[in-house]
């Protein structure tokens, strides 16, 4: 098992820098590819991010593309966001997401939350105008 806490959201206004971390413990040796998912109240849960883990291969919503930077330290058991210029768009509860290697890895793949393993409880981030 697998246990993902997410922290550091918070309130900011827009235009500005936040930065998230998930830190994860149980069975912290597997080689799990990770991701990052928002979901605002009422909508469904989106991609943002995510990082595979032995190239290290990023991806990124189109949405977050130039603004948002996944990275992980695998040292600390640690993924993180860091998010740039934000926008009250992207205001939503952040998830962290976990995928196991065992899993196939298809194209298309890190956007989709249903190939995902493990789940984090979420962090708010609130954007203000």
């Known amino acids: 098992q697998v246990h993902l806490v997410e922290s550091g959201g918070g309130l900011v206004q827009a235009g500005g820098s936040l930065a998230l971390s998930c830190v994860a413990s149980?069975?912290?040796?597997?080689?799990?590819?990770l991701g990052w998912f928002r979901q605002a109240p009422g909508k469904e849960r989106e991609f943002v991010a995510a990082?595979?883990?032995?190239?290290?291969?990023?991806y990124y919503a189109d949405s977050v593309k130039g603004r948002f930077t996944i990275s992980r330290d695998n040292a600390k058991n640690t993924v993180y966001l860091h998010m740039n210029d934000l926008k009250p768009e992207d205001t939503a509860v952040y998830s962290c997401?976990?995928?196991?290697?065992?899993?196939?890895?298809?194209?298309?793949?890190?956007?989709?939350?249903?190939?995902?393993?493990?789940w984090g409880q979420g962090t708010q981030v609130t954007v203000s105008s």
């Open positions: 149980g069975d912290t040796f597997r080689k799990y590819a």
């Open positions: 997401a976990a995928k196991s290697p065992s899993g196939s890895f298809v194209l298309g793949w890190e956007s989709n939350d249903g190939t995902y393993d493990y």
């Open positions: 990082i595979s883990w032995y190239i290290t291969r990023t």
